[in-house]
């Protein structure tokens, strides 16, 4: 691993000193090649999942095991089509003294990546990174090791084309966990860790990184259908929360509905969620629905867990207040939701929910760094420093103080 790292580090002297134009004919090499070779590659993502199969995974963990070259080739010519941050100047002046002092955006260095499953996220680190003038270490999760190693060499292959180092982009395929540990040591080569996956990832790689991390962890997220809502909008938006993909991380977890809508909100939903949905209920809302059978009830682990399934959260709250409460005694900071068209309500949600990415009348399924017109993301922080929310290329830089001066000296 040291080894590795090593080389990535080296490389970073030319990253941070090639122009855009290098850097997007490199992207838009990888992304020929992902085309061009996404018969190949879909070959070795079976085998991923067939080994997958065999292991006895979760249908949601075989979902996220799925790699659409396509789609991540779209993916990654749209970070061609984003500015580049690197040598913008964020802010200027002149000082007292006449030295004119600015700050400009810089690569980070090397970038770390853990995380399990989802071999698109590959390719998504590695352009950011490229195009953010970073070199990157990726180690993802032994379910996707073929897929990911197949990956990396059709990274490697497009740079050393593009007269970009190689070497500037790691990717581990060897399942064994000491590289792991070996890569959180080694904070003189690697400048940032990021980990993509359960709270045990999470916190073993918080426990032993001796270099700073930016988390992406477990998403609890709320939708919370307010008695200012419009029920026919409410459907809508809590179906697509839930169920357009139901193993990402931005999917709804637990539906909150007020007291004064829920005899007509939940029956409703139930029926078009039958045979389809299993709701955990509170005592309240299963009070509501009498004759279903696609219903559990609910334990106050309920509330903070993360499904990554067709199974869902259903609570019945009294007010908005108390809605949002339960946001945050159980919530993760990820992404939460409100239905309302009532202005006041929507106000005090968006002013007292403290998630990195807070909806109004929109699903949660939004909290995407494509979406967001970040072309992809390196993960989603759900903590404060050093970034919050889809992580895309400024998340990616520091900057420097440059100050340009006529002679001056700094007087005793």
């Keep these: ?83 580049d941050p690197i040598g913008q100047t964020i802010e200027g002046r002149t000082l007292p003294n006449g030295i004119y002092l600015s700050k400009r955006r810089v690569p980070l260095g090397v970038v770390g990546c853990i995380y399990e499953a989802r071999p698109n996220v590959t390719v998504d680190i590695a352009a950011l990174a490229l195009k953010s003038g970073n070199a990157a270490i990726l180690r993802g999760g032994k379910e996707a090791r073929h897929t990911n190693r197949a990956l990396g060499e059709l990274i490697q292959r497009a740079l050393a084309e593009s007269d970009v180092p ?17 890569m959180l040591k080694a904070d003189d080569l690697i400048d940032l860790v990021v980990p993509r996956g359960s709270e045990t990832l999470i916190a073993h790689v918080r426990a032993n990184a001796t270099m700073p991390v930016v988390a992406h962890g477990e998403a609890v997220v709320q939708v919370y259908v307010d008695r200012g809502a419009n029920l026919a909008m409410a459907l809508e938006i809590v179906d697509n929360a839930k169920t357009r993909r139901y193993s990402i991380c931005n999917a709804a977890d637990t539906i909150l509905v007020h007291a004064e809508i829920a005899p007509q909100f939940i029956p409703a939903l139930a029926d078009r969620w039958a045979g389809k949905v299993t709701l955990i209920g509170g005592q309240r809302a299963l009070a ?67 998630s990195s990415a807070v909806y109004v009348n929109a699903s949660t399924q939004f909290t995407d760094g494509a979406q967001f017109g970040l072309g992809a993301e390196v993960g989603i922080s759900t903590q404060k420093m050093h970034a919050r929310g889809p992580m895309g290329l400024v998340e990616l830089t520091s900057y420097k103080w440059i100050a340009m001066g006529t002679g001056q000296v700094r007087p005793l």
């Design 288 to 354: 509501l629905l009498p004759g279903s059978t696609s219903v559990e009830r609910a334990t106050e682990e309920t509330w903070r867990t993360e499904h990554l399934s067709l199974r869902v959260g259903l609570k019945v709250v009294d007010s908005l207040e108390e809605a949002v409460d339960h946001i945050e005694t159980y919530g993760s900071h990820h992404s939460d939701a409100i239905v309302t068209e009532d202005y006041s309500a929507a106000t005090y949600f968006v002013d007292h929910v403290d």
């Design 166 to 182: 190689a070497e500037a982009v790691q990717v581990v395929s060897d399942p064994d966990r000491a590289h792991v540990d070996e």
């Design 1 to 83: 691993m040291r080894e590795r790292a090593t080389l990535a580090k080296g490389s970073t002297r030319v990253l941070s000193t090639l122009s855009s134009e290098q850097k997007n004919t490199a992207l838009g090499r990888i992304a020929d090649l992902l085309e061009s070779e996404a018969d190949a590659l879909r070959t070795i993502n079976k085998r991923d999942l067939a080994e997958g199969r065999d292991a006895g995974l979760d249908p949601y963990f075989l979902d996220r095991l799925v790699l659409a070259p396509e789609n991540v080739a779209s993916d990654t010519r749209g970070v061609i089509g984003l500015p």
